[in-house]
């Protein structure tokens, strides 16, 4: 029964994540500040917001996808550790309980280029971009596609996963397929433990 229940929810996690939809711009200084300003002030939702991100600490989009779903869950049920909708999504991508080891993280790489994540858990045409809100307010916003941030920095610093060296040799070959799966079960293991 347990088991059946897990099932269930998995299928209903991934159902859910392949519905979130990401939108990516490059922001360089001196826009990075203004970028800050700019979405404190805007209006989010757990379903639609912005987040910032030092490039170096952008994960893959399944990754972003479950963090997003986890946060707008964590709203729905009221077990939100943060009010702030994009606070709360860092929780989540990090897989911490403390906001300042999140921030501390971050601030620590807040550099020379800077991502500007835009989540939509529901397209619709009525929600104008908030990236473009970042855009009228004069801030320069290149899209991008898709962002690959530094593995390394996340494993060690983020994720606290081991290195390749460490591991057994029948997990090295499928080196970053365990990654991926030992990022995501942290980030699925931090929701189940904190939506309680």
Not at 23 to 48: E, F, H, M, Q
Not at 58 to 81: H, M, R, W, Y
Not at 123 to 139: A, G, K
Request: charged residues 30%.
């Amino acid at each position: 029964m347990n088991t059946l229940v897990n099932a269930r929810n998995f299928v209903d996690v991934e159902e859910n994540i392949s519905k979130v939809s990401l939108s990516y711009c490059t922001i360089r200084p001196p826009y990075t500040g203004v970028a800050r300003k700019v979405i404190r002030n805007l209006r989010v939702t757990p379903k639609d917001f912005v987040i910032l991100l030092p490039k170096t600490l952008v994960p893959d989009e399944k990754i972003i996808k479950l963090a997003a779903f986890l946060t707008c869950k964590s709203f729905d049920k009221g077990t939100n550790i943060s009010k702030h909708v994009p606070i709360q999504f860092l929780l989540n991508l990090f897989a911490t309980r403390q906001i300042r080891d999140a921030m501390k993280i971050i601030d620590k790489y807040w550099k020379d280029e800077v991502i500007a994540i835009e989540v939509k858990m529901e397209l619709s045409e009525e929600n104008p971009s908030l990236i473009s809100s970042l855009r009228r307010s004069n801030v320069v916003c290149e899209d991008v596609k898709s962002v690959e941030g530094d593995l390394k920095v996340l494993l060690r610093e983020v994720y606290r996963i081991p290195d390749v060296s460490e591991l057994p040799y029948h997990v090295k070959d499928r080196y970053s397929d365990y990654l991926m799966k030992s990022i995501l079960t942290k980030i699925a293991y931090f929701g189940a433990i904190s939506s309680k």
